[in-house]
């Protein structure tokens, strides 16, 4: 069981791979640093960790879909995404420094394949709404809009395959 996953915690980016699980018992790289540990998921978010013979307690709390948590441990709270292939494609292309506003155009990130649609012409959009599903390198990544818009074009559909940089949707960003 291999497992890879970027997470951004404030501004620093980690790879973190979950190289095996046995009960409690997790075996995990974090930037080529392998670490056991025990964890334990609690109630309410909370998460037992005993590491190095020291033992932890976290609070978890998860928002937008699991892909944002707030973690509170020693008495200090932390900002952790979880990053999808767009969003890392994106912090890499910003250099990690502008905002995410939501241009008239979405573009692959990368070359892909477009595994579903879920917008035609006249839709309107709120933020955080999905557009499409694309797949590169055997992982699936949703497509969300970052601000309200309305869908006036659609220049792909489910099966197609993309290259970088390919306009795929054109919007009419609202923006009020």
Same mark, same amino acid.
């Given at each position: ?33 392998? $670490? ?6 609690? &109630? ?6 005993? $590491? ?17 948590? #707030?973690?509170?441990?020693?008495? +200090?709270? $932390? ?5 999808? +292939? &767009?969003? @890392? ?8 420094? &502008?905002?995410?506003? #939501? ?13 579903? !649609?879920?917008? @035609? ?21 949703? $497509? ?5 818009? @309305?869908?006036?074009?659609? %220049?792909?559909? +489910? ?6 940089? &390919? !306009?795929?949707?054109? %919007?009419? !960003?609202?923006?009020?």
């Amino acid at each position: 069981m291999i497992t890879e996953v970027e997470i951004q915690v404030g501004n620093k980016i980690c790879e973190v791979t979950l190289l095996g699980k046995e009960g409690n018992n997790v075996k995990i790289d974090i930037d080529g640093t392998v $670490y056991d540990v025990d964890v334990a998921m609690l &109630q309410n978010g909370i998460c037992s960790i005993l $590491y190095n013979g020291n033992s932890y307690n976290a609070e978890m709390i998860k928002n937008n879909a699991g892909k944002h948590y #707030q973690v509170n441990l020693n008495y +200090s709270t $932390y900002q952790i995404d979880m990053l999808d +292939s &767009q969003a @890392k494609y994106m912090k890499m292309r910003r250099g990690g420094a &502008q905002s995410d506003a #939501q241009t008239d155009v979405i573009t692959a990130p990368m070359p892909c394949k477009i595994v579903k !649609v879920y917008v @035609k012409p006249g839709d309107v959009l709120k933020a955080d709404d999905t557009v499409l599903t694309m797949e590169a390198m055997k992982m699936q990544s949703n $497509y969300k809009v970052s601000a309200d818009c @309305k869908v006036k074009e659609v %220049l792909v559909e +489910s099966g197609d395959n993309v290259r970088v940089e &390919q !306009v795929l949707i054109r %919007l009419e !960003v609202n923006n009020d």
